[in-house]
């Protein structure tokens, strides 16, 4: 029985972990929106951006790592909600790499080049952003 508890406790103090590190996943998001709405040259955004990307893919990490140990926990593989989070997760992270691609090809072109770079970093975090409102409020439950 006090075995039972022990594992209940360290399962709950994961979820709060994994919770709490997943909030600060908007905090990117909305510093780089800001950023690419209030720029003033395109070396200022890049550097700007650039200096996000540590964090960005630190809390991409914790995120995964503390989700794949809860999953190892419960083993609940099919639940609605660890799916969504996963597929989200993904999303972030393959929409980051797409992103670095591009910027990579419109620095060494051209303005009109870096102009589309930027409408398309904006969509990229604005679908980013969104898509962590609808997961963590849809995930959360009364913790
Ligand atoms: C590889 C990615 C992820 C995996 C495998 C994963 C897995 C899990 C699991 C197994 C749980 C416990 C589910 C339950 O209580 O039934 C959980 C809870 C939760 N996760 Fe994730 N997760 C991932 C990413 C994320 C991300 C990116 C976010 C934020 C946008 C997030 C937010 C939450 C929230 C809010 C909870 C519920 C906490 C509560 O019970 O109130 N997760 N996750």
């Known amino acids: 029985m006090q075995e039972l ?7 709950s103090s994961l979820v709060f972990y994994h919770y709490f590190f997943s909030a600060f996943l908007a905090l990117p998001f909305v510093i780089n929106l800001i950023t690419l709405f209030t ?3 395109f070396v200022a955004l890049n550097k700007k951006i650039w200096y996000v990307m540590p964090l960005l893919f630190f ?4 995120s ?13 593989f099919t639940s609605l909600k ?6 989200y997760l993904g999303f ?9 691609r591009l910027l990579k090809v419109a620095i060494r072109t051209n303005e009109e080049a870096m102009l589309e770079y930027v409408k398309k970093a904006k969509i990229l975090y604005f679908l980013d952003l969104l898509g962590f409102i609808l ?3 849809g995930s959360k439950s009364a913790i």
């Open 5 to 11: 508890d022990m594992i209940k406790k360290a399962f």
């Open 39 to 41: 720029y003033k040259n």
């Open 59 to 62: 809390l991409i990490a914790v």
């Open 64 to 76: 995964a790592l503390s989700g794949l140990n809860l999953l190892a926990m419960q083993h609940n």
């Open 82 to 87: 660890v799916i969504a989070m996963s597929f």
């Open 92 to 100: 972030v992270l393959f929409g980051e790499i797409y992103r670095i």
């Open 135 to 137: 997961v963590f409020f």
